[in-house]
């Protein structure tokens, strides 16, 4: 397979070498079609030159003669191209005139169908006609007139060179056409890629594309949407740094402000409430970077779509297991209801075990106590429900609490609204939808719902 790399040499080579095939079979079918009458004009030929021999056989009572002066014969022998043989037989009698040499090949049935064939005379490949004298003669008398095939191969030469040249002139002339035809063709591409190589890294802005063919306009368009995302990428990544570093901000500095009202204390008890703000400072700090953590893996696992077979409700299983503790110390009752059988989809294990800690997380946070919250895994329409009796979400504000740290006004707690923001992101890596309601025990329900696509164990 031929590797070429440039676009119009790759467009020219696939149109050219095609009609270049094509021309070629042409003239095979050319070539053989003028074999044909060629071999029948000059297969007529011999047949007259076999017959004017013909003539020249006599009977005399029961004696056969050839009478064959040398001025005849000569003419007959003359050609400046190619050499003849002739040979006159009788079936009993054997030879009567001509060439001995000549093998003679099998007989015509009947004096009126000459037999064609290529033999070698004297090593020579020669065309020959073998006849039956027709008439009234003592026996059966056969005539042998051979040729040597130069003539014939000069006509097909020539007639090969006549069709070929014109095609093979043609053939080259489309080429170059083809060729700068392709190249003026190309020009806006080239100017296009011009204009996107002028640019610099951080201009997104559309490629125009007014200036340039349809077909290309399918990869400017796509280029724009490419533009697009990585401007839609590029802006949320840098409003997350921004957000992250006024985060990561507050408990630093309560660190720092801590730790100098600890150094300026005398005894180990006075400096115990600014050890625990610190504890407290350092508690927040860690959890939000584990959250930024857990988006940074999220978007890795998007890229390399290292997905393995999860046993969903075993998983949350064991979460549920897992964070029980936190839920009993705030008196709330976690519950997991599902059924017996495995529920395996394909998934990020660790990514989905990070959005029940989160869901699990911001319920029991912002439950009450006494409270509920009850974990629900239909596995047969492939559901996950997370609800509880807590203060609820206000309807306006159930949009905007996926968003990276946002928290809904008047929230208790510490926390820095990345929570909900990394169920989503997790939740669209794996295609899921995510619906927030009112809960039947009076708090939020938030339905997860698995694309069958990703079931494994149906």
Known sequence: MINITSLRVAIAYRLVVPVFIIILLEASLSYYVALHFVDKTYDRWLFDSALSLAQEVKAEGEEISVNLPATALDIFRWDEIDTTFFKIHAEKKGW?????????????????QPIFSDVRVEGKATRMVSLMIPGNLPEKVYIHVAETLNKRQEMMLEILLADLIP??????LIGLLLY??????????????EDIAKRSSSDLNPIPDSHVFSEVRILTDTINRLFAKLNSAIS?????????????RT???????????????????????????????????SHLVKQLLALARSGAVEAKHQFEEVDLSQLIKQVCMEWAPKAIKKDIELSFEASDQPFIIQGAKLLLKELMVNLL?????????????????????GVLIIEDDGPGIQASERKKIFERFYRTPGSPG?????????????????????????????????DLKIPASAWVNV
């Open 361 to 381: 997380d911001n319920a029991i946070n912002y439950g009450v106590e006494g409270g509920r919250i009850v974990v629900k895994l239909d596995s047969k329409s």
């Open 414 to 446: 510490n926390g820095c609204g990345l929570g909900l923001a990394i169920v989503k992101e997790i939740a669209d890596l794996h295609r899921m939808q995510i619906e927030l309601e009112q809960s039947d025990l009076g708090g939020v329900c938030i």
């Open 96 to 112: 009567l005139a001509g060439d001995a040499l000549i093998s003679a090949p099998l007989m015509p049935v009947n004096a009126n």
């Open 180 to 193: 700068e035809g392709i190249t003026h063709g190309l020009k806006p591409l080239n100017e296009l890629a």
């Open 251 to 285: 408990p630093l500095a309560g660190l720092k402000l801590q730790a100098e009202r600890a150094r300026r204390e005398d005894s180990v008890e006075a400096m115990q409430p600014a050890l625990l703000q610190i504890q407290t400072s350092a508690d927040r700090a």
């Open 236 to 248: 949320t990544q840098q409003r997350f740094i921004d957000n992250a570093a006024h985060q990561l």
């Open 167 to 172: 095609h093979l002139i043609l053939t080259v």
